[in-house]
T-cell receptor
Framework: NAGVTQTPKFQVLKTGQSMTLQCAQD?????MSWYRQDPGMGLRLIHY???????DQGEVPNGYNVSRSTTEDFPLRLLSAAPSQTSVYFC????????????FGSGTRLTVV | DAKTTQPTSMDCAEGRAANLPCNHS???????VYWYRQIHSQGPQYIIH???NNETNEMASLIITEDRKSSTLILPHATLRDTAVYYC?????????FGAGTTVTVRA
């Protein structure tokens, strides 16, 4: 099993550009989520999904869009990148039923200049 | 949402047990306590979780008080590779909410 795969690992964007961060999991997990981590801080939840076709906002959703067309994929779209979105982005997945740990990807390091 | 309180940092000698406390006094009866750690800037790594009973796996032990208002993560024989930020999280409605965690430094 590959687990949770995030691409790209590094990205530099100019202000105003758009891009999509990819996240894929091969564990048939229902739940998927996106977090951002700013330097020296904990992870903050951006968006999450409890299954294909179902998404919801976390604590810091502004400036980001998500969709969940398949169980495996949960892309995160930055519509118009801003320097404040410079961060490390982590994708995580899990089974919905309680008692299972979450699997995290290795992260995408995004710099907006 | 149940909040957790952890010490900001702690040191531990290599080979000794590391005991990491966590307070979660507002936890509800069906909420799990999870522990994760993050080494450098890697993705968080699952360590252990529990509901009521004490739990043990190959990485650590989790001791939950009878009233469930606090817990302790025990790393039985800390190594230099256990240096990391450790997060105690109460799972709410599938969502993991990360606080600042405890920065654990294992010293030789």
């Amino acid at each position: 099993n590959a687990g949770v795969t995030q691409t790209p690992k590094f990205q530099v964007l100019k202000t105003g550009q758009s891009m999509t961060l990819q996240c894929a999991q091969d564990m048939n997990h229902e739940y998927m989520s996106w977090y951002r981590q700013d330097p020296g801080m904990g992870l903050r939840l951006i968006h999450y999904s409890v299954g294909a076709g179902i998404t919801d906002q976390g604590e810091v959703p502004n400036g980001y869009n998500v969709s969940r067309s398949t169980t495996e994929d949960f892309p995160l779209r930055l519509l118009s990148a801003a320097p404040s979105q410079t961060s490390v982005y982590f994708c995580a997945s899990s089974y919905l039923t309680g008692g299972y740990g979450y699997t995290f990807g290795s992260g995408t390091r995004l710099t907006v200049v | 949402d149940a909040k957790t309180t952890q010490p900001t940092s702690m040191d531990c000698a290599e080979g000794r047990a590391a005991n990491l406390p966590c307070n979660h006094s507002t936890i509800s009866g069906n909420e799990y306590v999870y522990w994760y750690r993050q080494i450098h800037s890697q993705g968080p790594q699952y360590i252990i979780h529990g509901l009521k009973n004490n739990e043990t796996n190959e990485m650590a032990s989790l001791i939950i008080t009878e009233d469930r208002k606090s817990s302790t993560l025990i790393l039985p024989h800390a190594t230099l590779r256990d240096t990391a930020v450790y997060y105690c999280i109460v799972l709410n409605d599938y969502k993991l909410s990360f606080g600042a965690g405890t920065t654990v430094t294992v010293r030789a």
